[in-house]
């Protein structure tokens, strides 16, 4: 037990630099007094070879059950039942390579621009810098600047499968508002914010996914989103209301749609159509490649 702790947190810390040292040390005594739960988390990732070699090259599952992430109120028992359901059921739907890879430092693009002065992608990848939110990620870069991303991970309610969306984070860069403006001009005036929600929907739904669920104001699992007055940095909820979603029973938790609605061409306004007409052309063809892609990745 103590060799195991040891060895993933050597792997996961830095000892020599002073926070991470301090983490480190944290970890090691949070693990080894829920070693009986973790056992079962541990035990997960030896059954089979595929798993057994995702555990070594990604050394955060144990890690993020002891810690209180994905969402507010999080147990170890079910953090360590989200882990395990998450890495199950894309060890289902995935063919080995991809699984594997996904597992820490694997990208794989879903999606391109047809731009030639830049090169403007979407592609799935577990960032470890974001391991708080979720277990993968759909990036959307720009010559290899993040524009947006969502982090998510994959749940089972009710018996379907379920993509919960645990965080959304837009650009991190001094020009971040020209930024966004520039590329939502690209978009035929679609938001990036939109058109990062709607590349997860449809990665979502070629995943077999059935329902989408994102964490609310009272659901994140830390308060980085409020200022000091209590006021949001960041009103998670209002985008979901926006794009057709709905508080469920769990204040947590939003519901969202599964496919994003489109005004019809007599709902939209005869000057703006032919914008419109080149916005649903993108997003179908976006719809295509997406699907495309990802059942190159399917077994």
Partial sequence: MLAEIYDVARRAYRFNHLREGRRAVVFMLRAALHWNELRKLYQFFHENEARTELYQRNPYMIEQATRAFFYAGSTVSARIRLIQTHYAFLEEKLNADWFISLGLDGMHEIWRAPETDMEWRAYLKFEPGQRKEGLLSVIMDVDGVHL?????????????????????????????????????????????????????????????????????????????????????????????????????????????????????????????????????????????????????ALK
Avoid: C
């Fill in 148 to 296: 947006y991303q969502i982090i998510f991970w994959i749940d089972r309610s009710e018996g379907e499968a379920t993509l919960v969306i645990g965080a959304m984070q837009g650009p991190n860069t001094d020009d971040a508002r020209e930024f966004v403006r520039e590329m939502t001009k690209r978009a035929h005036r679609f938001r990036t914010k939109n058109l990062i929600l709607y590349m997860t929907q449809a990665a979502a739904r070629a995943l077999g996914v059935r329902r989408i669920f994102a964490v609310s104001n009272a659901g994140y699992y830390a308060n980085n989103h409020v200022r000091r007055d209590r006021k949001l940095k960041t009103d998670f909820g209002a985008f979901w209301e926006e794009v057709g979603g709905h508080l469920t029973e769990d204040i947590r938790f939003y519901e969202l749609p599964l496919t994003l609605h489109r005004k019809t061409m007599e709902e939209v306004p005869a000057r703006k159509r032919a914008v419109y007409r080149r916005r649903f052309q993108m997003l179908d063809e976006i719809d295509r490649e997406v699907e495309e892609r990802m059942r190159a």
